[in-house]
Structure formats: C-alpha cells, structure tokens
C-alpha cells in the first residue's frame, strides 16, 4: 500500500496573503492530486500545521481550504490522518483546543489526532505523535515507550536536525528518545533532512524567503517496501538576480520568469547607469512580479573583490545575530537566546507589510 506524507501546508501562511494562496493551490492542483490520481493513492497522512495562524482563521483562508485541500480529498475518496501540529493548537500547554478539530467535523474521510494514537493503516501499525505539550508528555512518553508499532509519525522537535538552511535544532528532544523505531518521519521543520533513521519530510512549497533554493516537495511511503519516494514541487516563488553588466546583456535578459514571484534584485556590478534603469523599469513594469527589492550592498565595489562566498553569505541575518550573541558577555543560556531569536526570525519572515 502507498501513503501519501504532507506536512507543514500552513494554508493562511503570509497573513493570508492571495499571492501565496495561488502558489499553494497551484502546487495541489497540478502536482499533489493529479499524482495520487495517476498512482490510485487513496490514503493521506498530514504530519500538522495544517493552518498557520495559531489563533484564528481567516474566512477567506477557510474558504480556499475546502476548494483546493478539502472538497478534492473528500470526492477522491481519500483517507486522511492529520496530526495536530504547533500551528494548529491555540494554546502552547494543550492540544484541547485546536483548529483541525474544529474545522473537519464535516468530513468523515478525515481522522484527526490530538493525542498519541498507534492506528493500522494498510496493516502496518503507526504510532500517531501530534505536538507534545506540557499536558500531553506523560502520555506521549507511554507511547513512545510502549507502542507495538516501529514506524512513528510526529510533529515532532528534535535535536541535531536542521530547522532552516544552515541553522540547526539544538532545544528540541534528543534522539534517543526515538531509538527503538526503525523509521521516524516528522513535520515540524521546514527543511528537508534525515539521518536514515529520523526523516524530517520538509514543507510542499516555498513560504519565505528562509525557503530560497530549499526544494519542497511531499512524499510516498510504501508499507509493503518501506521505501520513501519524494515528490518534489518545481514551483517557486522566491527568485534572486545577481546585476552583473560585465556578465550579462541585460537588454536581452528574460523577465518572464519572475510573474507573481517575489523577486531580490541583487546589485554586484552596475556602471552604466542607464541600462540599469531601464532594466528595472522593465523587471518592475512588465515582467508581473508581485515584488521586487533593489539591494545595493555592492554597487561601489569592483567585481574581482566580490566573492561568491559574500554574495551568498552576506543576507544571512541569523548568521549576524548568533555571532553577536557570541561576542556579548551575558550569564543568559546563549544557546536558548539563539533559539529564541531564530523563532522571531522565522515568525517576522512570515509577516507582509503589504497586507
């Protein structure tokens, strides 16, 4: 039997923004049903964050929900077992109130998991581990340490894996509470990883700029084999352009790809002012971005002085902040400090001034 995995959709991601309600629906309508329609896949498990606010739903969200997630599960005939993920409970210290609860009464093709629950799928025992909690652990470790099943599913924060490109979870739990399951596969964080024991699935799709050139994608997980097959999503919606005139003639530079993107215009080398205004003039007038952000850092700088390594590595704000914190004399545990601010980062990313 093959499982669809889907984890961290976060549907009303970007203060409900419409761009991003058009990406997402996009990925679902051309990539995620048409192969569970192909490959007859009949049985879906979303590892949590299902929805991004943690206190409310938009109308409007909601609405978008049912018409490209919902309603085509539910006249697939498709099974769904969701997972109640941190984004998707209203209080930190319970899962009792929660949105996946409140919103799927209506769908009967749709089982939903606030506690650890080990579930027959297919006839293979799964151990169910939504967001563990201050309410929930005693039960959550029972499970853990009790469960027939070797396959655990979770939402799930752990120790050694990578939250976001370069920035690894170190205030999570340890890995050996995990130890007596063969597979692990867990939501939570956005990035793909794993350590051939743990699997981190990563979001389907891009939701801020943390995403760029971090592929997204979703999962088949065979219970027969036990092999993990990615799916991965080709769409992207945040794009970076390196203004290099002694490179490239941008008179001739196609814009196209960069409709309804969010798109960095990053300045290495420009001398010709006038060509360089006119081809912002293009990029802003005629290519339909939905954004576009003009970085000067390196306009008075010579190209043979700009490395590769300061491109890539100078908009790498968490980089600053943790070796700041370094550099403070402080008797604060650094390393919950780091955490912290790695939490307001990702949650101010998450934020659109334009709305």
């Keep these: 039997m093959k499982i669809a995995l889907i984890t961290d959709q976060h549907l ?3 203060n409900d923004n419409l761009v991003f309600v058009n990406y997402f629906k996009k990925f679902y309508d051309e990539i995620f049903f048409p192969y569970l329609v192909e490959n007859n896949i009949k049985t879906v498990i979303d590892l949590g964050d299902t929805f991004d606010r943690r206190k409310y739903v938009n109308f409007n969200t909601l609405h978008h929900a049912k018409d490209m997630w919902l309603e085509p599960l539910r006249k697939r005939n498709i099974t769904v077992h969701c997972l109640v993920g941190n984004h998707d409970t ?5 899962n009792d109130v929660n949105s996946c ?3 799927f009464d209506d769908y009967e093709n749709i089982h939903v998991y606030s506690e650890p629950e080990t579930v027959e799928i297919g006839g293979v025992p799964f151990l169910m581990m939504p967001w563990i909690n201050e309410e929930n652990y005693p039960e959550c470790i029972r499970y853990l340490q009790q469960t027939k099943s070797d396959i655990c599913i979770g939402h799930l924060e752990i120790n050694g894996f990578e939250q976001q490109k370069g920035h690894i979870a170190e205030n999570g739990y340890d890995k050996s509470l995990f130890k007596r399951f063969e597979l692990v596969f867990s939501g939570h964080y956005h990035r793909k990883s794993d350590d051939g024991q743990i699997y981190y699935l990563g979001a389907p799709y891009e939701q801020n700029w943390s995403d760029y ?12 084999t036990r092999e993990l097959t990615r799916i991965v999503n ?6 970076k352009i390196y203004y290099n005139e002694t490179t490239t003639d941008y008179s001739k530079f196609d814009i196209t790809k960069y ?3 969010f798109v960095k215009l990053i300045v290495v080398v420009k ?7 006119k081809f912002v003039e293009r990029l802003l007038n005629e290519s339909n971005a939905y954004e576009v952000k003009i970085i000067e850092d390196y306009s008075e700088l010579d190209a043979s002085q700009v490395s590769d390594e300061i491109i890539e590595n100078a908009e790498d704000t968490m980089t600053l902040v943790e070796k700041y914190i370094d550099d403070i004399e ?3 545990n650094k390393d919950k400090l780091k955490g912290i601010m790695r939490s307001l980062y990702v949650e101010a990313n998450s934020l659109d001034d334009n709305i």
């Design 90 to 94: 209203y209080f930190k210290n319970t």
């Design 12 to 14: 009303g991601a970007r």
């Design 101 to 103: 609860n409140l919103l």
């Design 234 to 239: 080709p769409n992207k919606i945040h794009k």
């Design 330 to 332: 402080t008797d604060i």
């Design 213 to 224: 050139e971090c592929p997204k994608g979703f999962h088949v997980f065979d219970t027969e």
């Design 259 to 261: 409709k309804d993107c």
């Design 271 to 277: 001398k010709d002012l006038y060509t360089f205004d």
